[in-house]
């Protein structure tokens, strides 16, 4: 029984580290949809799909605290979906993803 409960407890904090993401959308006609991922403790994703029937050039800009942000882009073929991710050098308390899509 102490066994069992000890690895409960080591196993604990593997399993502990979402945190809340902000996400702010300018799409400017473009026809994407995006959805948002704590990934680890110092990375985060976003998934986007472009389910309209132009292209759109997207950028996404990630921002944790007083670390620099970090920049993505992609150009998304109409039906084209794609996960951006960013890394951190620090643990995120609160992430928030600025995304810019215009059509093609």
């Known amino acids: 029984m102490k066994k069992l409960c000890?690895?409960?407890?080591?196993?604990?904090p593997l399993s502990v580290f979402a945190y809340p993401i902000e996400l702010e959308k300018q799409l400017n006609g473009a026809e994407?949809?995006?959805s948002t991922?704590?990934?680890?403790?110092n990375m985060g994703a976003i998934q986007?799909?472009?389910?309209?029937?132009?292209?759109?050039?997207?950028?996404a800009v990630f921002r944790n605290g007083p670390?620099?942000?970090r920049t993505r882009k992609i150009q998304l073929a109409a039906g084209q979906d794609?996960?951006?991710?960013?890394?951190?050098t620090n643990q995120v308390?609160?992430?928030?993803?600025k995304?810019?899509?215009n059509p093609q």
Do not use: H, M, W
């Open 6 to 12: 000890c690895a409960v407890i080591a196993l604990l």
């Open 32 to 34: 994407v949809s995006a």
């Open 37 to 41: 991922q704590d990934v680890d403790f």
């Open 48 to 59: 986007l799909y472009n389910y309209g029937k132009a292209a759109a050039q997207c950028q």
């Open 67 to 69: 670390e620099a942000p």
């Open 82 to 88: 794609a996960l951006l991710t960013a890394k951190f």
């Open 93 to 97: 308390i609160k992430l928030r993803i």
């Open 99 to 101: 995304l810019t899509c």
